[in-house]
């Protein structure tokens, strides 16, 4: 053997030579060609822009010419003269300034991505960004473009133009090699509109925007078969030690040395170094087992306040929350339960895919502090409200993201029946900037499922007393692996839409706020002849319904009817209102004999007044609904057991009414959807106090809880900052049009006294 080392090591030095050097020069020529690619990417960007600019650049010229600039009012003979000026576009239609007509279209009728992209300007304070859409089977590139006078919105033009010269120069930029994609939205999981080249290598996580609209180019680089890293010094370095290798393959062929024989050492299992992370009692009395030994970690860490909200912790995964910072707010939430003298917290987590690493990570922080932690799974996060109560201990986090998107996630606390909001969100953070975080505790970890339990407590409650045919778009969140259980329990037949569980969300975003978000279902509703459709964010807190017309039934509404319903075994109960719901509300309320009570936006603070008042029963805007009545549930947002008492009411009316005709018997408002206003971090606050301190509104009733509210008999404003994010919130409701036009004057010229600067979004 000693006489082969030679010629083996010669052997592996030729051959490990050749390999390293040909890797190298796959790394070269990949690095090129990738240079390449990326190049094309910026040509198509800018040729992409460039076609577009050339369309925008003729609609403000048409926009300047006299005939459509004095008559834009005339919306029929201003749309006809753009036509002649614009022949190049497919269809040219102008709305209103406060559009109106497109707040109380029927969608199904109106086109949803229209009414979406329009509704969308409203809101923006930029310029509106063109995106593209499917008409007839062929996709249209359509923009929204407000016309100005006298500096405000008088008119808004919405045009479609062919895609054919986008969908041309786009191809013409096709790389030598990698891969371009043309994308509407900025992330990886957008819709992709065109693709051009091979895909050689990976998506790039960012594209780039084309100018003036929403569309993105992404690039896939090619990719060589590299089996090195991607560093032509390591390859030199490989082949140095290739060549060191064969110099002391030589040497040990003059070194004979002595061959010892030895017996292999008997590897025993106790011997296997195990994490104690994750031990796996069975039952509620679990062992206490030392927490995960701590890393050596630095003092300091980097975290971005403000993922610390008004009413949870919220961020970007990978760079605004990590699985350090997760296991930190662990160890404060521990903290603070210890301070309390409470021991064991439930954990859940939706199903996007960061949940399992974040919630292993908060669950670390947790033990770490001493805390027995109570692993539920992938739940709903009312499925872990729920925990709290059913297994007693009074605490839970769910690890959730809510309805925003896949790459954010965050936690919603609840400690000791309380859910922390504002001071007791900011005390977290303050624990984990100043290091007062418990290492060194003796928390057990184990898995209780609940689910069960849940389904049958609200089964043992509710009943549907006819059968009702129930769509479910649970919008790939978890709410879809609990939902459709929990309505066929309670007597109705259900069909699942996008109820698998699916962290990416491909089919739509999962909010059901957004009318944009409720096509499929009001599609489905339709096609099958269902008799309501129901929807769930992210999460399962939030409740939306449309009926088999194709009618949105928005959650001021929705709590008028609960309110009636709750107030009929509860007369002179309070219920609960945020400033953003109808001012009908109100009356409703009185009229069914309960007290109306209206609060601050936010779930934290919308539970935190329920227990103050004894309320049985609150609502919010956003679709957050919490029942407390009679001791039928337990005063936490739930949206699956909302959509099951809905459904209650709709099977127990007696004239057995379509979910239609039950609402039209309920009162109806022209409104606004909520309006945003970008701001500099802090400066709505200070806007608000300047505004709260000199706005004066004659005849009107002034609310000040939360930003200023002003009712009058036949409509109402609202301007309020964020607690989310740096704006000013609007939001608008009257009984009619008219109405509605005059408290937005009002508005817009007591704003513009306090700051006349401002460019406000109505």
Not at 139 to 145: C, K, Q
């Given at each position: 053997?000693?006489?082969?080392?030679?010629l083996?090591g010669?052997t592996?030095?030729?051959?490990?030579?050749?390999?390293c050097?040909?890797?190298?020069?796959?790394?070269?020529?990949?690095?090129?060609a990738?240079?390449r690619?990326?190049?094309?990417?910026?040509?198509a960007?800018h040729?992409?822009?460039?076609?577009?600019a050339a369309r925008?650049?003729?609609?403000?010229?048409?926009?300047?010419?006299?005939d459509?600039a004095t008559?834009?009012?005339?919306?029929?003979?201003?749309?006809?003269r753009l036509r002649?000026?614009?022949?190049a576009?497919?269809?040219?239609?102008i709305?209103?300034?406060g559009?109106?007509?497109v707040?109380?279209?029927?969608?199904?009728?109106?086109g949803y991505?229209k009414?979406?992209?329009?509704?969308?300007a409203?809101?923006?304070?930029g310029a509106?960004?063109a995106?593209?859409?499917m008409?007839?089977g062929?996709?249209r590139?359509?923009?929204?473009?407000?016309v100005?006078?006298?500096?405000?919105?008088?008119?808004?033009?919405w045009l479609?133009?062919?895609?054919?010269?986008?969908?041309?120069?786009?191809?013409?930029?096709s790389?030598?090699?990698?891969?371009?994609?043309?994308?509407?939205g900025?992330?990886?999981?957008s819709?992709?509109l065109?693709?051009v080249g091979?895909?050689?290598?990976?998506?790039t996580?960012?594209?780039?925007?084309?100018p003036?609209t929403s569309?993105?180019?992404?690039?896939?680089?090619?990719k060589?078969f590299?089996?090195?890293?991607?560093?032509?010094i390591?390859?030199?370095?490989?082949t140095l030690i290739?060549i060191?290798?064969?110099v002391?393959?030589?040497?040990?062929?003059?070194?004979?040395q002595?061959?010892v024989?030895?017996?292999?050492?008997?590897?025993?299992?106790v011997?296997?170094e195990?994490?104690?992370r994750?031990?796996?009692a069975?039952?509620?009395?679990?062992?206490?087992?030392?927490?995960s030994k701590?890393?050596?970690?630095?003092?300091?860490?980097?975290?971005?306040?403000a993922?610390?909200?008004a009413?949870?912790i919220?961020?970007?995964?990978g760079t605004?929350?990590?699985?350090?910072?997760?296991?930190?707010?662990?160890?404060?939430?521990?903290?603070?339960?210890n301070?309390?003298g409470l021991r064991?917290?439930v954990?859940?987590?939706?199903?996007?895919?960061?949940?399992p690493?974040l919630a292993?990570?908060?669950s670390?922080g947790?033990r770490?502090?001493?805390?027995?932690?109570?692993?539920?799974?992938?739940?709903?996060?009312?499925?872990?409200?729920?925990?709290a109560?059913?297994?007693?201990?009074?605490?839970?986090?769910?690890?959730?993201?809510?309805?925003?998107?896949p790459?954010?996630?965050?936690?919603?606390?609840?400690?000791?029946?309380?859910t922390?909001?504002?001071?007791?969100i900011?005390d977290?953070?303050?624990?984990i900037?100043?290091?007062r975080?418990?290492e060194?505790g003796?928390?057990?970890?184990?898995?209780?499922?609940?689910?069960?339990?849940?389904?049958?407590k609200?089964?043992?409650?509710?009943?549907?007393?006819?059968?009702l045919?129930?769509v479910?778009?649970?919008?790939?969140g978890?709410a879809?692996?609990?939902?459709p259980?929990?309505?066929?329990?309670?007597?109705?037949?259900?069909?699942?839409l996008?109820?698998d569980?699916d962290g990416?969300?491909?089919?739509?975003?999962?909010?059901?706020?957004d009318?944009?978000?409720?096509?499929d279902?009001?599609?489905a509703v339709?096609?099958?002849?269902a008799?309501?459709?129901?929807?769930?964010?992210?999460?399962?807190?939030?409740?939306?319904?449309?009926?088999?017309?194709?009618e949105?039934?928005?959650?001021?509404?929705?709590l008028m009817?609960f309110?009636?319903?709750?107030l009929?075994?509860?007369?002179?109960?309070?219920?609960?209102?945020?400033?953003?719901c109808t001012g009908?509300?109100r009356r409703i309320i009185?009229?069914?004999?309960g007290v109306?009570?209206?609060?601050?936006?936010?779930?934290?603070?919308?539970?935190?007044?329920m227990?103050?008042t004894?309320?049985?029963?609150a609502?919010?805007m956003?679709g957050h609904?919490?029942?407390a009545?009679?001791?039928?549930?337990?005063g936490?947002d739930?949206?699956?057991y909302?959509?099951?008492?809905?459904?209650?009411i709709?099977?127990g009316?007696?004239?057995e009414?379509s979910?239609?005709?039950l609402?039209?018997?309920?009162?109806?408002?022209v409104s606004?959807?909520?309006?945003?206003?970008p701001m500099?971090e802090?400066a709505?606050?200070?806007?608000?106090?300047?505004?709260?301190?000199?706005?004066t509104f004659?005849?009107?009733r002034?609310?000040?809880?939360?930003?200023i509210r002003?009712?009058w008999?036949?409509?109402?404003?609202?301007?309020r900052?964020?607690?989310?994010?740096?704006a000013?919130?609007?939001?608008?409701?009257?009984?009619?049009a008219?109405?509605?036009?005059r408290v937005?004057?009002a508005?817009?010229?007591?704003?513009?006294?306090?700051?006349?600067?401002l460019?406000?979004?109505?």
């Amino acid at each position: 053997m000693r006489r082969l080392l030679p010629l083996i090591g010669a052997t592996l030095l030729i051959v490990g030579g050749a390999f390293c050097a040909w890797q190298a020069w796959l790394i070269a020529d990949e690095t090129d060609a990738a240079e390449r690619t990326r190049a094309a990417q910026r040509q198509a960007v800018h040729d992409l822009g460039e076609a577009y600019a050339a369309r925008h650049n003729q609609l403000m010229r048409a926009l300047a010419d006299p005939d459509v600039a004095t008559g834009i009012d005339d919306h029929v003979a201003a749309a006809a003269r753009l036509r002649t000026l614009l022949p190049a576009t497919s269809a040219i239609e102008i709305f209103s300034g406060g559009l109106d007509e497109v707040v109380r279209a029927n969608y199904r009728e109106f086109g949803y991505a229209k009414a979406a992209q329009l509704m969308a300007a409203l809101g923006e304070t930029g310029a509106p960004l063109a995106s593209s859409s499917m008409h007839g089977g062929e996709r249209r590139l359509t923009v929204a473009e407000p016309v100005n006078v006298s500096g405000s919105v008088r008119a808004w033009v919405w045009l479609e133009y062919p895609f054919d010269d986008i969908h041309q120069k786009f191809v013409a930029s096709s790389p030598p090699s990698g891969r371009l994609e043309l994308r509407q939205g900025s992330g990886r999981d957008s819709l992709m509109l065109d693709a051009v080249g091979s895909l050689a290598g990976e998506i790039t996580p960012e594209g780039q925007q084309v100018p003036g609209t929403s569309l993105y180019v992404f690039a896939a680089m090619p990719k060589a078969f590299i089996v090195i890293p991607h560093s032509e010094i390591l390859a030199v370095v490989l082949t140095l030690i290739g060549i060191g290798g064969g110099v002391l393959l030589l040497w040990a062929r003059r070194r004979p040395q002595p061959v010892v024989e030895t017996e292999p050492d008997e590897v025993l299992l106790v011997d296997v170094e195990r994490k104690p992370r994750l031990p796996p009692a069975s039952g509620p009395t679990a062992t206490k087992v030392p927490a995960s030994k701590p890393v050596a970690r630095a003092a300091a860490v980097t975290l971005d306040p403000a993922i610390f909200r008004a009413y949870d912790i919220r961020g970007i995964v990978g760079t605004q929350l990590t699985a350090d910072i997760a296991r930190r707010i662990g160890q404060a939430i521990g903290g603070l339960m210890n301070e309390r003298g409470l021991r064991e917290m439930v954990v859940g987590r939706d199903g996007r895919l960061s949940g399992p690493e974040l919630a292993g990570a908060l669950s670390d922080g947790l033990r770490a502090a001493g805390i027995d932690v109570i692993d539920l799974g992938a739940v709903p996060t009312p499925v872990a409200y729920f925990a709290a109560f059913h297994l007693g201990t009074g605490c839970a986090v769910s690890v959730t993201g809510s309805h925003n998107p896949p790459d954010h996630n965050g936690f919603k606390i609840v400690v000791g029946g309380e859910t922390l909001a504002e001071g007791a969100i900011a005390d977290l953070h303050r624990r984990i900037v100043e290091g007062r975080l418990e290492e060194d505790g003796l928390g057990t970890w184990r898995e209780q499922p609940v689910v069960d339990a849940y389904v049958a407590k609200i089964a043992g409650d509710v009943s549907a007393e006819r059968r009702l045919k129930v769509v479910v778009d649970a919008g790939n969140g978890v709410a879809g692996a609990v939902a459709p259980r929990v309505l066929e329990e309670i007597g109705c037949e259900v069909v699942p839409l996008y109820c698998d569980v699916d962290g990416t969300f491909p089919n739509h975003h999962p909010d059901p706020s957004d009318p944009r978000n409720l096509g499929d279902l009001i599609a489905a509703v339709h096609t099958i002849g269902a008799d309501i459709g129901i929807a769930f964010d992210g999460d399962g807190d939030r409740l939306g319904v449309v009926t088999a017309s194709g009618e949105i039934i928005y959650a001021d509404r929705l709590l008028m009817l609960f309110a009636q319903d709750v107030l009929a075994r509860n007369p002179g109960a309070t219920v609960i209102f945020d400033v953003k719901c109808t001012g009908h509300l109100r009356r409703i309320i009185q009229e069914s004999a309960g007290v109306p009570l209206m609060w601050r936006t936010g779930h934290s603070l919308i539970k935190a007044k329920m227990r103050d008042t004894g309320a049985a029963l609150a609502g919010e805007m956003s679709g957050h609904f919490f029942f407390a009545d009679n001791n039928r549930w337990y005063g936490f947002d739930d949206g699956i057991y909302a959509a099951a008492r809905l459904l209650e009411i709709v099977a127990g009316d007696l004239e057995e009414r379509s979910v239609a005709a039950l609402f039209e018997t309920l009162p109806t408002s022209v409104s606004t959807p909520e309006l945003r206003l970008p701001m500099e971090e802090g400066a709505a606050f200070r806007f608000i106090e300047a505004f709260r301190a000199s706005a004066t509104f004659e005849d009107a009733r002034l609310t000040t809880i939360d930003g200023i509210r002003v009712d009058w008999p036949d409509g109402w404003g609202l301007v309020r900052a964020s607690n989310t994010s740096p704006a000013l919130m609007f939001r608008f409701d009257a009984d009619t049009a008219k109405a509605l036009e005059r408290v937005k004057q009002a508005f817009r010229q007591r704003l513009l006294a306090v700051d006349p600067n401002l460019v406000l979004p109505f």
